[in-house]
Antibody, heavy 120, light 106 residues
Framework: EVQLVQSGAEVKKPGESLKISCEGFGFTFSTYWIVWVRQMPGKGLEWMGTVYPRDSDTIYNPSFQGQVTISADKSATTAWLQWSSLSASDTAVYYC?????????????WGQGTAVIVSS | AIQMTQSPSSLSASVGDRVTITCRASQAIRHDVGWYQQKPGKAPKLLVYSASNLQSGVPSRFSGSGSGTDFTLTISSLQPDDFATYYCLQDYTYPFTFGQGTKLEI
């Protein structure tokens, strides 16, 4: 089955670091763009950035550049989103999804989401 | 970044109604828009790509249209399962940007 499986929910304190994952199954991971999308509580979807696992090409939304790091390992069929120092405003659900040119860059497969709670 | 202005932000409708949701881009983006449905606590689901192409498995009551700056998602006859929040996404240029969402309520 084609799917993206994300790591589990996290509860962290401000200032702590975090790395969440998104593992692909059932498709050639290296040939799809993997995007990260943020959804803050009760709010809409925000496009954070994307990575192409074949060559690790990474594109960030300027709004998130420098705040997070997006990476991927094609052999592990896994992408990651990481923070070096969390703040309360990072509390959100984070989704990964795959995109490809065959669908006009649309995102057809989504992970189940990873909830991140940052609280002292 | 390209802004996607989606309207209405909320919409009250009944089963069987025809509803239309619109997105306007701040600049021309060809036909590079997708539409997504999201239910509470769930990941978004792709409905339409490249403005008017129905994703595999999506019911034919959903349709998309538009090009340039103005795009619409139409549901021809609302079903109980359609009450959700809908988002447009421009995938023309980075950073891709979502509309603010339309919450479709009974």
């Amino acid at each position: 089955e084609v799917q993206l499986v994300q790591s589990g929910a996290e509860v962290k304190k401000p200032g702590e670091s975090l790395k969440i994952s998104c593992e692909g199954f059932g498709f050639t991971f290296s040939t799809y763009w993997i995007v990260w999308v943020r959804q803050m509580p009760g709010k809409g979807l925000e496009w954070m950035g994307t990575v192409y696992p074949r060559d690790s090409d990474t594109i960030y939304n300027p709004s998130f550049q420098g705040q997070v790091t997006i990476s991927a390992d094609k052999s592990a069929t896994t992408a990651w989103l990481q923070w070096s120092s969390l703040s309360a405003s990072d509390t959100a659900v984070y989704y990964c999804a795959r995109g490809w040119e065959g669908l006009g860059n649309a995102y057809d497969i989504w992970g189940q989401g990873t909830a991140v709670i940052v609280s002292s | 970044a390209i802004q996607m202005t989606q309207s209405p932000s909320s919409l009250s409708a009944s089963v069987g109604d025809r509803v239309t949701i619109t997105c306007r881009a701040s600049q021309a983006i060809r036909h590079d828009v997708g539409w997504y449905q999201q239910k509470p606590g769930k990941a978004p689901k792709l409905l339409v790509y490249s403005a008017s192409n129905l994703q595999s498995g999506v019911p034919s009551r959903f349709s998309g249209s538009g090009s340039g700056t103005d795009f619409t998602l139409t549901i021809s006859s609302l079903q109980p399962d359609d009450f959700a929040t809908y988002y447009c996404l421009q995938d023309y240029t980075y950073p891709f940007t979502f509309g603010q969402g339309t919450k479709l309520e009974i």
